[in-house]
């Protein structure tokens, strides 16, 4: 995600429930359609972080993630 996609979800992100409301109320269809592939691409890279997280720590335990890393890979 670039630096201005960025900044437009930390907007997103920022705002209370009202006032998303009232954003996503004002909003054309192409500029939905944008806010909400920003947010699919954040949870998807908060999903890939936190299995990263965990492989690090089962690494850690010494378990042996070989196959499920080379399936992750592939997906990202």
């Known amino acids: 995600m670039n630096a ?3 900044n437009n979800l930390n907007y997103i992100i920022g705002l209370t429930d009202d006032q998303f409301s009232e954003w996503a109320e004002s909003l054309g269809q192409e500029d939905r359609v944008y806010a909400v592939q920003l947010i699919q691409r954040f949870r ?3 999903d890939v ?3 990263e997280i965990e492989e690090s720590l ?3 335990a010494g378990l042996d993630c070989t196959q499920a890393l ?3 890979n592939r997906v990202k």
Do not use: A, H, N, P
């Open 4 to 6: 201005y996609d960025r």
């Open 44 to 46: 998807t890279e908060q």
């Open 49 to 51: 972080e936190l299995m």
């Open 58 to 60: 089962q690494e850690e």
């Open 70 to 72: 080379e399936f992750i």
